[in-house]
């Protein structure tokens, strides 16, 4: 803690977060995550560097931050879809992971041999009654449900543009709809 009372291994955490930005958007009928592609070495095999994840086959999450504990609770979140399927024989809710996530992360920022996750998620995906989702956690473990959502350093920008288009974005008739707001806010 700071002397005023801050967690500042939560606020080193949240300015990792700002080093990439990462969009979402939740329509009636589908649920559309996007990246800020940035230029990769010419060396660097593409693939590694992908930032959007399968968690299920229902369920999908990106991310805004540092790569390497993005990997961890991408990891962590496959296990527990996993687990929860065969232990309930049907696969887990959007907002089960979700929560199991920010649970994690809430965790680390009380552990003493560990630092807050510097990654912030947008997890989106149908549950069982094919509703599409889409939630957003932060380093510091709290979770939002959202019909769009940014993370990352355009933040504001994209939240404005969101924000002033909710209601076509809402109406979007499908995926490709839906996509072309979030190539908008992106490039």
């Given at each position: 803690?700071?002397?005023?009372?801050?967690?500042?291994?939560?606020?080193?955490?949240?300015?990792?977060?700002?080093?990439?930005?990462?969009?979402?958007?939740?329509?009636?009928?589908?649920?559309?995550?996007?990246?800020?592609k940035?230029?990769?070495?010419?060396?660097?095999?593409?693939?590694?560097?992908?930032?959007?994840?399968?968690?299920?086959?229902?369920?999908?999450?990106?991310?805004?931050g540092?790569?390497?504990?993005?990997?961890?609770?991408?990891?962590?979140?496959?296990?527990?879809?996993?687990?929860?399927?065969?232990?309930?024989?049907?696969?887990?809710?959007?907002?089960?992971?979700?929560?199991?996530?920010?649970?994690?992360?809430?965790?680390?920022?009380?552990?003493?041999?560990?630092r807050?996750?510097?990654?912030?998620?947008?997890?989106?995906?149908?549950?069982?009654?094919?509703?599409?989702?889409?939630?957003?956690?932060?380093?510091?473990?709290?979770?939002?449900?959202w019909?769009?959502n940014?993370?990352?350093?355009?933040?504001?920008?994209?939240n404005?543009?969101?924000?002033?288009?909710?209601?076509?974005?809402?109406?979007?008739?499908?995926?490709?709809?839906?996509?072309?707001?979030?190539?908008?806010?992106?490039?």
């Open positions: 803690y700071s002397p005023d009372g801050h967690l500042l291994q939560v606020e080193y955490a949240q300015e990792a977060v700002r080093k990439g930005s990462t969009v979402g958007l939740r329509t009636k009928e589908c649920v559309v995550l996007g990246v800020e940035r230029a990769i070495d010419s060396l660097q095999i593409e693939r590694t560097s992908r930032k959007i994840k399968k968690i299920d086959q229902h369920m999908a999450m990106t991310f805004a540092l790569t390497a504990d993005a990997r961890v609770l991408v990891s962590r979140a496959q296990v527990e879809a996993q687990s929860h399927r065969l232990n309930f024989d049907r696969p887990a809710s959007v907002e089960y992971i979700t929560r199991y996530l920010a649970r994690l992360k809430q965790t680390y920022t009380q552990s003493v041999a560990r807050p996750f510097g990654v912030s998620c947008l997890i989106g995906g149908f549950d069982e009654d094919g509703r599409p989702r889409l939630f957003q956690t932060d380093p510091s473990g709290i979770y939002y449900e019909s769009a940014t993370t990352g350093r355009l933040g504001q920008t994209v404005e543009y969101l924000e002033k288009n909710t209601a076509v974005i809402s109406r979007a008739p499908d995926a490709a709809s839906a996509m072309k707001h979030v190539m908008r806010v992106l490039v």
